[in-house]
């Protein structure tokens, strides 16, 4: 009887453990006392272990009931399982939630305040007037179209793959660009490709919109889209099972195109489930599996995404907000800052930094300043720049093409001339950029727009001259001397235009004839020596003055 009992309490834990290893494998939860998941798993095996005890008593008294025997429960021999199977459930419950008081904002008000070291700088020092050719012109949203088109035409893969959207924004090569892998099209297609895995991964020119499908030599193994062994979340938690991965992973390239899954590991530094920021990275080989296990200050160079920008923006809305307590935060909200509603992304520095506007809580229409964040280190910097929120900025510019119905993207923040400007596409409603916009941070109501970055960057600094600034001209302004080899004309939109070639030049110049003092180029004809004033563009170059 004795033996029949250990058999059944063996049993009974057995049980327990498969339904705990079940769990495991779907959630994947990180074995660490900082992680909810481990405190989940641990209560689920409890309850589990209780319920199958219970149903089992139960059926023995059905049992007994049944063969007409006066069954009465023997308590002694179940109440003290049930009463530590009781109280170690009430303990897990009753340290999770006092575990995540007191990590809260609410007891440790100053040590929130403190994750984030910020340095005030000077807006003109850092943010120099910026190569065109830099500019990221496309947000997310336009990416994804691009992907999707472009993948639309990859006729050999485009009835097994499809374009994931996980749109990451790195530096590749000196230039901003997004990236993301394909994935599967449905569970059937990843049945008949998962043996050679991923062939491809989506690049997009963040400056030209120049989309490519770059095919791999040897597939992408380890992705999202996997479902067992090879999902990356999987594969990371098998090889690091104490480790708790953000959730954000990140899909980068590094210099020479090999596509690798950035993994930050979450640092709790207040309490058991406060203060998150990144304590290591986990770098995994996109094609192969490897992983290369570094502290957060040790990362490659070309890594341009460890921290999120959602967990960056959280942090300075810690140090803002609760610069005098908790309570402060509450009731008084003295000198309380906050991140405006919205962030975009900037190169600067062979990083990636997240950009924000930073305004008060009284939910105004103004900034006090705005901050930069590395997205790599954590370095921020604040800028103090007074002048309109970026919501209003947006508001401004599509009022200025109010009658197209155009929508204003989230902005970059620019210097030209010196000015703190907001730059922004003006989208129709399928998607698509159609013009430009500008907007002077200061003072919002000017604005200009341009169907192109030149001539919006143009009309703005017509604008800045208009409105008594120091007199300005187009940052990209260039001149060149050389003899006409050769003169075309066309018409283009109703207008005029020559496009002239010099010897030994390999670019275009276009000359448009609605300017009245570029009149007189019709008088010249190949063989003439000429010195050309242009705005530098992409692939034709503007003409400004013809000497």
């Not at 209003?392 to 929508?407: D, P």
């Amino acid at each position: 009887m004795k033996k029949t009992k250990i058999l059944k309490t063996v049993a009974l834990i057995l049980a327990g453990i498969l339904v705990l290893a079940v769990y495991y494998y779907i959630t994947i939860p990180a074995i660490n006392i900082h992680s909810s998941g481990t405190w989940g798993a641990m209560l689920l095996f409890l309850v589990a272990l209780l319920a199958v005890s219970l149903l089992r008593t139960l059926k023995k008294g059905k049992a007994s009931t049944v063969e007409g025997v006066n069954f009465r429960l023997d308590l002694r021999e179940t109440s003290l399982f049930f009463k530590i199977t009781g109280v170690c459930i009430l303990a897990l419950c009753l340290i999770y939630v006092v575990g995540s008081l007191l990590s809260s904002p609410f007891f440790n008000a100053a040590k929130y305040q403190k994750l984030l070291s910020i340095e005030e700088r000077i807006f003109t020092d850092d943010i120099k007037e910026v190569d065109y050719k830099t500019i990221p012109l496309l947000d997310k949203d336009s990416a994804s179209l691009l992907g999707n088109r472009k993948m639309g035409s990859m006729v050999d893969m485009v009835s097994q793959f499809e374009v994931s959207g996980d749109y990451a924004q790195v530096n590749y090569q000196g230039k901003p660009v997004r990236v993301t892998p394909l994935t599967y099209a449905s569970p059937i297609k990843w049945f008949t490709n998962q043996k050679n895995g991923i062939p491809a991964y989506i690049l997009i020119d963040m400056t030209t919109q120049d989309t490519e499908c770059v095919k791999l030599s040897q597939g992408i193994k380890y992705s999202k889209g996997e479902y067992f062994n090879r999902n990356i979340y999987r594969h990371l938690r098998f090889r690091y099972p104490t480790y708790i991965f953000d959730d954000q992973i990140f899909f980068e390239i590094d210099e020479e195109g090999t596509p690798y899954w950035v993994c930050p590991v979450k640092k709790f530094n207040i309490g058991l489930f406060g203060g998150q920021t990144v304590g290591r990275v986990v770098l995994c080989n996109a094609l192969t599996g490897e992983c290369i296990d570094y502290a957060v200050e040790d990362v490659p160079q070309w890594v341009d995404k460890v921290y999120s920008a959602d967990l960056l923006v959280n942090l300075y809305d810690y140090h803002g907000i609760l610069q005098h307590g908790y309570w402060n935060s509450v009731l008084g909200q003295k000198d309380c800052l906050q991140s405006t509603n919205g962030y975009n992304y900037i190169a600067l520095e062979d990083d990636v930094w997240v950009y924000t506007g930073v305004t008060s809580v009284s939910g105004d229409q103004s900034n006090v300043g705005f901050v930069l964040m590395n997205q790599r280190t954590m370095e921020t910097r604040y800028y103090k720049v007074e002048g309109a929120i970026e919501d209003s900025a947006m508001s401004s510019a599509e009022g200025q093409v109010q009658n197209l119905g155009y929508r204003a993207t989230f902005p970059l923040l620019l210097n030209i001339a010196d000015e703190p400007t907001y730059f922004m596409a003006l989208k129709d409603g399928a998607g698509l950029v159609k013009k430009y916009a500008m907007v002077n941070v200061q003072k919002y109501q000017w604005v200009a727009i341009g169907d192109t970055v030149q001539e919006c960057e143009k009309n703005y600094t017509q604008l800045l001259n208009t409105n008594g600034i120091v007199s300005v001209s187009p940052q990209n302004s260039k001149s060149v001397s050389g003899k006409i080899e050769s003169m075309t004309s066309v018409v283009l939109e109703g207008n005029s235009h020559y496009y002239i070639l010099l010897e030994n030049e390999e670019d275009i110049y276009d000359i448009n004839m609605a300017d009245k003092e570029l009149v007189g180029i019709i008088r010249l004809s190949p063989g003439d020596t000429v010195t050309l004033e242009y705005e530098e563009g992409y692939g034709l170059n503007e003409v400004r003055s013809v000497k």
